[in-house]
């Protein structure tokens, strides 16, 4: 992990994998989406409403994905001090945020006809609004203390803190009995017919490629304004 | 109500979001990187 310790090495991985990422990502994110809302058959119980799902599942396994991404980054910044940790965190905090939020958004619109309800306030939707907010709460606290450059601790020890709610989301529909139903993809097999299962890995996939892709942009958006920062110090010394 | 309007709804809410996650991240790399190469190139 330490040989990308050095900003110019992993820019010069982060270049070229920004581009493959960007398309291999729109390509399978369109196949899934396709398949999804076209080629797929509507499900004797849900009805059209089951096409959602293979927007809300690789949603909500990005948003939590990405926390845990922000874990293991604050984690590496407060043991080894690893200087890009800290960048890759605060790069994966708006791209998290913004697929728990799909994650919940989605979730809502499926759950009207589904449910017959927008919202209710049961383990799993609650615990993933909180993950919502923890998004919001490091987004605000990584943007207070960025100026203190390596120092800065708050951020981390809220994105490894944070993390808690993590198996709380994954175990809130054993836990507690709720409206959300339990697991329907599992290591073992899947309750989910064949027809209408095969968009998702590519949705999965997809969204995930893009979500990667972001993160770099994110990233090299942060080291080009460290950069530029560092020459405006430089020219104003000189 | 349709159903077919709450799909479309989640569709556009998810693709409109990502496109414009992406749209945004692509702009602020472009930017930052472009003024760092031209300040870099002055100095």
């Given at each position: 992990m330490h040989?990308?310790a050095?900003?110019?090495?992993?820019l010069?991985?982060a270049?070229?994998?920004?581009?493959w990422?960007l398309?291999?990502?729109?390509?399978l994110?369109?196949?899934?989406v396709?398949?999804?809302?076209?080629?797929?058959?509507?499900?004797?119980?849900?009805?059209?409403?089951?096409?959602?799902?293979?927007?809300?599942?690789?949603?909500?396994w990005?948003?939590?994905?990405?926390?845990t991404?922000?874990?293991?980054?604050?984690l590496?910044?407060?043991?080894?001090?690893?200087p890009?940790?800290?960048?890759?965190?605060?790069a994966?905090?708006?791209v998290?945020?913004?697929?728990?939020?799909?994650?919940?958004?989605?979730?809502?619109?499926?759950?009207?006809?589904?449910?017959?309800?927008?919202?209710?306030?049961?383990?799993?939707?609650?615990?993933?609004?909180?993950?919502?907010?923890l998004?919001?709460?490091?987004i605000?606290l990584?943007?207070?203390?960025r100026?203190?450059g390596?120092?800065?601790?708050?951020?981390?020890?809220?994105?490894?803190?944070?993390?808690?709610?993590?198996?709380?989301?994954h175990?809130?529909?054993?836990?507690?009995?709720?409206?959300?139903?339990?697991?329907?993809?599992?290591?073992?097999?899947?309750?989910?017919?064949?027809s209408?299962?095969?968009p998702?890995?590519?949705t999965?996939l997809?969204?995930?490629?893009?979500f990667?892709?972001?993160?770099?942009l994110?990233?090299?958006?942060?080291?080009a304004?460290?950069?530029?920062?560092?020459?405006?110090?430089?020219?104003?010394?000189? | 109500?349709?159903?077919?309007v709450?799909?479309?709804?989640?569709?556009?809410?998810?693709?409109?979001?990502?496109?414009?996650?992406?749209?945004w991240?692509?702009?602020?790399?472009?930017?930052?990187e472009?003024?760092?190469?031209?300040?870099?190139?002055?100095?």
């Open positions: 040989r990308f050095n900003p110019v090495r992993f010069r991985i270049r070229p994998a920004t581009g990422l398309g291999l990502g729109l390509v994110s369109a196949v899934g396709v398949g999804a809302l076209f080629l797929m058959p509507r499900d004797y119980l849900q009805g059209e409403t089951v096409r959602i799902l293979h927007l809300h599942v690789p949603a909500a990005l948003g939590m994905s990405g926390w991404g922000i874990a293991v980054a604050s590496a910044q407060i043991v080894w001090r690893h890009l940790a800290g960048v890759a965190a605060r994966i905090a708006p998290g945020a913004l697929f728990a939020f799909l994650c919940l958004a989605t979730g809502s619109i499926w759950g009207r006809p589904t449910w017959g309800t927008w919202w209710e306030w049961d383990g799993r939707l609650t615990s993933m609004l909180v993950l919502f907010f998004y919001l709460g490091y605000a990584s943007a207070a203390e100026e203190r390596p120092d800065a601790r708050a951020a981390a020890l809220f994105g490894l803190v944070g993390a808690i709610n993590l198996p709380i989301i175990f809130s529909v054993q836990w507690w009995n709720t409206l959300h139903q339990g697991e329907s993809i599992e290591l073992t097999g899947t309750s989910i017919a064949p209408l299962l095969w998702l890995p590519f999965m997809g969204f995930s490629a893009l990667a892709a972001a993160v770099l994110r990233m090299r958006a942060e080291l304004e460290t950069r530029i920062e560092a020459r405006l110090r430089r020219a104003a010394a000189e | 109500m349709n159903q077919w709450f799909v479309l709804a989640a569709y556009g809410v998810t693709l409109g979001g990502v496109a414009g996650l992406l749209g991240c692509l702009a602020a790399c472009r930017r930052a472009t003024r760092a190469e031209r300040l870099g190139r002055r100095q």
